[in-house]
């Protein structure tokens, strides 16, 4: 009898795996996933709109252009379109990143809720181009650039809030020059590096499929796939041990 009542799982634990903040330990892999989405869709926006939708220092470059009228350059600037992702990024970042303070950035449902809004959006996006032919000043392009900016800034300040600030998910030159003046690069046990080195592989290696898929499938597939990869990556927040577990756990 002693035994079959120690193997039940006491009810407190069960109901802290859906509401209570999770553990800090492994995020850094959810965040890589995460990262490599980000990747896919900053190398489809760039060549269907012109404009990052996560690499904000570019868009700041591509707006002081803009204003100063500059002839002859090999790139064309489009006003609105950088205007709208800045924009809506530093909305996104400011709407999650307030609500995530709020309810507590380590919160499990505050994550999965997040990361499903941020999928649905990009899913949006999917849709809209599906349906609706991409073209140039058509200002449905400025729907799935605002949606899409929105996420991204939503996801770097979901990402910030996990406290892992070598992997931010989206812009990577602080994340080259971090490991480049680490004092301690050449040594064999080093996690932040890792970290770093893991979120620079995979942002590159997302935004290299993502061109890929651009180039020979289409910008609706190129955002379908990012949508389920966010979607999975983010679902597996459900499987993280929260911190209630671990106090609980002989282990």
Known sequence: ????????PPPQKRRWRILGPISPAHVELQLMGLAFAAGMIDSITFPAFGIFVSNQT???VFLALGAASIENMPLVIDIPHTVMS??????GAFVNGQLGLLIGPFRREWLLTTNSLQSLLVLGCALVVFFIPVATKNYWNLFIISALSFASGAQV???RGLRVPEIPTSMATAAFVDVLVDPLLFHRHNIPRNRRVGFLILFFLGALVGAFMYRF????VGFLVAACTKFAVGSTFFFNRSIREEYISPS
């Open 86 to 91: 800045l924009g809506m990024f530093c909305m």
């Open 58 to 60: 570019g868009n700041m």
């Open 157 to 159: 300040a979901m990402a």
């Open 1 to 8: 009898m002693k035994q079959t009542m120690a193997a039940t």
């Open 217 to 220: 499938i289409g910008l609706y």
